[in-house]
């Protein structure tokens, strides 16, 4: 597709058990990114990747959470035994490179909305 | 600690009138900075940005103010339209990351008064 894909859209899950969401990129973007914004806060950085290397993580919340690319295409955001406080708007994006960023370079997805019960 | 901020969490204005948005930072490495708009149900899309090294942009309806010495921007809304009802997030980056990693303030959402 001609933007950034993200799924599930939407994803309701029992605490305790893992969720995986998966992003697809822009063609040729070479810069990933993913974040969360949780009810009524902005989004929060999770996690850089040019590439397949994801040289900026700083901003996974905990060792539950991990993330990988591949082919230097499709991500997958792990999230293991869910908790309740998970719950949020994950969002990817992307960008044909990194450094300083141009605004109307940088392409968001509509979000993969996860629900712990 | 919340390095970029968006006290007002709504603001709400008449049709034909200005909206202003305001942002604060806390980061002097800050050296872009940029306006992002929200739809329910969609991805963010971007809106104007600015570097540091300038104090305005004008787009059409869209300016951002940048006053470095405050650590504060915003962005004026003129004339404001039903349409530009959406929720408005400020974000920064600072160029020494070479990562081009955005900090997010919380968003304020804006309606605009037929």
């Known amino acids: 597709g001609a933007g950034v894909s993200q799924s599930p859209s939407n994803k309701v899950t029992e605490k305790g058990k893992d969720v995986e969401l998966r992003c697809d990129p822009i063609s040729g973007h070479t810069a990933l990114y993913w974040y969360r914004q949780s009810l009524g806060q902005g989004l929060e950085f999770l996690i850089y990747f040019q590439g397949n290397s994801a040289p900026d993580k700083s901003g996974l919340p905990s060792d539950r959470f991990s993330a990988e690319r591949t082919g230097g295409s499709v991500s997958t955001l792990t999230i293991q035994r869910t908790q309740q406080e998970d719950s949020a708007v994950y969002l990817c994006?992307?960008?044909?490179?990194?450094?300083?960023?141009?605004?109307?370079?940088?392409?968001f997805g509509e979000g993969s909305w996860l629900t712990v019960v | 600690d919340q390095q970029v901020k968006q006290n007002s969490p709504s603001l709400s204005v008449q049709e034909g009138r200005i909206s202003i948005l305001n942002c604060d930072y806390t980061n002097s490495m800050f050296d872009y900075f940029l306006w992002y708009k929200k739809y329910p149900a969609e991805g963010p899309t971007f809106l104007i940005s600015?570097?540091?090294?300038?104090d305005k942009n004008e787009d059409g309806r869209f300016t951002v103010f940048l006053n470095k010495s405050a650590k504060h921007l915003s962005l004026h809304i003129v004339p404001s339209q039903p349409g530009d009802s959406a929720v408005y997030f400020c974000?920064?980056?600072?160029?020494?990351?070479?990562?081009?990693?955005?900090?997010f303030g919380q968003g304020t959402t804006l309606q605009v008064k037929p």
């Open positions: 994006a992307s960008s044909p490179s990194s450094g300083t960023p141009s605004g109307n370079t940088i392409y």
């Open positions: 600015i570097s540091s090294i300038k």
């Open positions: 974000a920064a980056s600072a160029g020494s990351s070479n990562t081009g990693k955005l900090i």
